[in-house]
C-alpha cells in the first residue's frame, strides 16, 4: 500500500493560518463569555481551506494551552505579554488574534512536528513567537523538571490524557433523511463501507456510530441522503411527532437541522413555515433544504418569530409548532472551545461559581425571551402541538419558562402532555410545577446520556373542545393555504385595478353630458 504524501509547506501554513484564526476567535469567546464558539464551527467554516487538518491543530493547541501559558509565562517579557493582556469587552480583535498565532506557533515548536515553520509568515503574534523560541524551548525544559519527565512527547502526553479525562466523547450520529432514501438502505450501505453502526434505540431515523467516526466526507452526507446531526438536536421534532401532511412552524429554524427533520417526518404532502432574523443563517438554511431535497417542503422566510401575525390566512393550516429559541448553550458546554479554553486557561483557585455568576443578567434576559416567543407560539389559533426547547441545562430556562408560561397555554387550551415515553430522563420539580408536571417533560444530561444537555417540554390543545365550539378545522396543507391566500391577493389586486379604470371613464361620460355607462356588462 502506498504511504499518503505528507502536505506540504504551503497546506501547513495555510492551516496553521486558519488554526490560529479559530484559537483567537475562541480566545475572544471565553474572555468575554460571549460564549456559542463550537471549535466545530470555526474550523469546519467555509473559509477554512483544509477542514480537518485545521480542526486537529486547533483542538491540540487547545489541549497544550494551559501549559504553552506557563511556558509563555516563564520565558520572556514579550511573551509575558500576551498572556497578561487585559482580556475584557474593550479588547480587540487585533489582542485575540495576535494570541491565537503565538498560541499555534508555541504548540507546533514545543509539541507539533513543526515541519516547514520557517516558512509561515503569520503576523506579529508569529513574531513574537518565533523571535523568542530559543526562551521558549528553555522554558519548557524547567517545565518538564516541574513535572518530573524527561522529554516533551512525555509531557504532552501527560498534557492530552488530563484534558481528554475532562471532555466527553459522544457517539457520532446520523439522521437518515427519508425524503431520499429508507433507514434500512442506509444501513446498508454504511455497513458494506465498514462502518460499525446501528439503529438508535429512540428514534428510529438514527443512526449511531462510534465516537470519532468522520462521516463528513462520505457520499450519503454530501448527496443529503443522510445528515450528520446530534441525536440531543433530534429530540424536539421527535417529540412534537407532525403527523404526515400536516403544516408546521419551526420558530427559531437556522441553521435547519430541526428544519429538514420536520420536512421528513410530514413529507410531501405537508409543508414546514421556517422563521430566521439572520439572513446569512437563512441561506445556510436554504443550502440545508436543497441538499436534503426539502426545499419544495420548507418555506424559509428571514423574520422575526415574533412579528408573524397568528391570525394571518397563510398560516390557518398550521397544527404544530417547534420552538427551539436562543439559549445560553450550558449543555454543550463540556466540549465548547471556549469553556475548554477557560478552564485550560485558569488557575487552580479560580472561584468555580464566576461562569455563573458572569452569566447571570444573561441567562435572565433569555429567559424573558423564551417566555415571550413560547406564548406566542400559542396564539396560532389551529395549531394542536408545541414543542419548547433549549441545549441548556439551567432551570432557568427550562422548569421555570414553563412555569410561568402555564397561566397562558391554559387560557388557550393548551396542555403538557408525556413527550417520549420511552425517554428515561424527566424535569424537575420546582415550585408552581408539579411532579406530574416535571414527568412530562425531558432532560438529557451531558454527561451520563451520551448527548449534549438538552430539555423539551410539549403541549397539546384540546382538539375536541376547539370542535365543540364550532369551529371547522382547514385542511392542513399550508400550500392551500397560501394558495387560498394568493388568490385573495390576486382578487383584490384586480378589484384595485377595475376601480382605477373605473373612475375616468365615468367621468369622461359625464363631461359630454351623456349618462353613466356600466363599465362591465
Known amino acids: 500500500m502506498s504511504r499518503a504524501r505528507a502536505p506540504d509547506a504551503v497546506t501547513l501554513n495555510e492551516t496553521r493560518e486558519d488554526a490560529a ?11 468575554t463569555r460571549t460564549r456559542g464558539a463550537s471549535i466545530k464551527a470555526r474550523t469546519l467554516a467555509p473559509h477554512v481551506r483544509h477542514k480537518r487538518a485545521t480542526h486537529a491543530v486547533t483542538c491540540e493547541t487547545i489541549k497544550h494551552a494551559r501549559t504553552i501559558k506557563s511556558v509563555f509565562a516563564d520565558a520572556c517579557e514579550d511573551l509575558r505579554a500576551l498572556v497578561d493582556e487585559d482580556a475584557g469587552e474593550s479588547e480587540g480583535k487585533e489582542t485575540f488574534r495576535r494570541r491565537g498565532e503565538a498560541y499555534v506557533y508555541a504548540y507546533e515548536t514545543l509539541f507539533g512536528n513543526g515541519r516547514g515553520l520557517e516558512r509561515w509568515e503569520g503576523g506579529e503574534g508569529c513574531a513574537i513567537a518565533r523571535e523568542n523560541e530559543e526562551a521558549m524551548r528553555e522554558a519548557l525544559k524547567r517545565e518538564m523538571t516541574l513535572r518530573g519527565v524527561s522529554s516533551a512527547k512525555a509531557l504532552s502526553e501527560l498534557v492530552v490524557e488530563a484534558s481528554e479525562g475532562a471532555s466527553v466523547r459522544y457517539s457520532r450520529t446520523a439522521r437518515v433523511n427519508t425524503l431520499k432514501m ?55 421534532a421527535a417529540a412534537l411527532a407532525p403527523e404526515r401532511g400536516w403544516a408546521c412552524i419551526d420558530g427559531c429554524a437556522a441553521p435547519g437541522n430541526k428544519t429538514t427533520q420536520l420536512a421528513a417526518m410530514v413529507g410531501r404532502e405537508g409543508g414546514v413555515y421556517a422563521f430566521d432574523a439572520d439572513a446569512k443563517r437563512l441561506k445556510r438554511l436554504k443550502e440545508n433544504a436543497t441538499t436534503t431535497g426539502s426545499h419544495a417542503i420548507i418555506r424559509a422566510k428571514c423574520q422575526d418569530f415574533l412579528t408573524v401575525d397568528p391570525a394571518n390566512q397563510q398560516y390557518a393550516s398550521v397544527r404544530a409548532l417547534l420552538l427551539d429559541p436562543s439559549c445560553s448553550g450550558s449543555g454543550t458546554e463540556v466540549n465548547r472551545g471556549d469553556i475548554m479554553l477557560r478552564e485550560a486557561l485558569c488557575d487552580d483557585n479560580d472561584d468555580e461559581n464566576e461562569v455563573d455568576a458572569a452569566d447571570h443578567d444573561r441567562v435572565e434576559k433569555l429567559a424573558a425571551f423564551q417566555k415571550k416567543a413560547l406564548t406566542h407560539a400559542f396564539n396560532f389559533p389551529e395549531v394542536q402541538r408545541v414543542s419548547y426547547s433549549t441545549c441548556s441545562v439551567y432551570e432557568k430556562e427550562n422548569e421555570e419558562v414553563v412555569r410561568d408560561v402555564m397561566g397562558a397555554a391554559n387560557e388557550r387550551g393548551f396542555k403538557l402532555v408525556h413527550a417520549l415515553p420511552a425517554w428515561h430522563r424527566r424535569g424537575i420539580a420546582i415550585d408552581g410545577l408539579s411532579e406530574s408536571q416535571a414527568r412530562c417533560l425531558i432532560r438529557a444530561d451531558p454527561t451520563e446520556d451520551d448527548m449534549e444537555g438538552f430539555f423539551v417540554a410539549v403541549f397539546e390543545r384540546d382538539v375536541e373542545r376547539t370542535r365543540s365550539k364550532g369551529c371547522e378545522l382547514p385542511p392542513s396543507n399550508p400550500n392551500a393555504a397560501a394558495a387560498k391566500a394568493e388568490s385573495e ?9 377595475h376601480a382605477t379604470i373605473a373612475q375616468p371613464v365615468y367621468a369622461k361620460k359625464k363631461s359630454k353630458g351623456g349618462k353613466p355607462a356600466p363599465l362591465f356588462r
Do not use: N, W, Y
Request: glycine share 10%.
Open 21 to 31: 484564526r479559530a484559537v483567537g476567535a475562541l480566545f475572544a469567546a471565553a474572555a
Open 182 to 236: 429508507t433507514v434500512k438502505d442506509a444501513l446498508e450501505v454504511f455497513r458494506g463501507d465498514g462502518f460499525e453502526c446501528d439503529v438508535d434505540a429512540l428514534i428510529d431515523t438514527l443512526l449511531v456510530f462510534p465516537a470519532g467516526t468522520d462521516l463528513h466526507a462520505h457520499r450519503l452526507v454530501k448527496s443529503g441522503g443522510v445528515v450528520l446531526q446530534g441525536r440531543a438536536s433530534c429530540l424536539p
Open 489 to 497: 391577493r390576486d382578487k383584490k389586486k384586480r378589484s384595485m385595478k
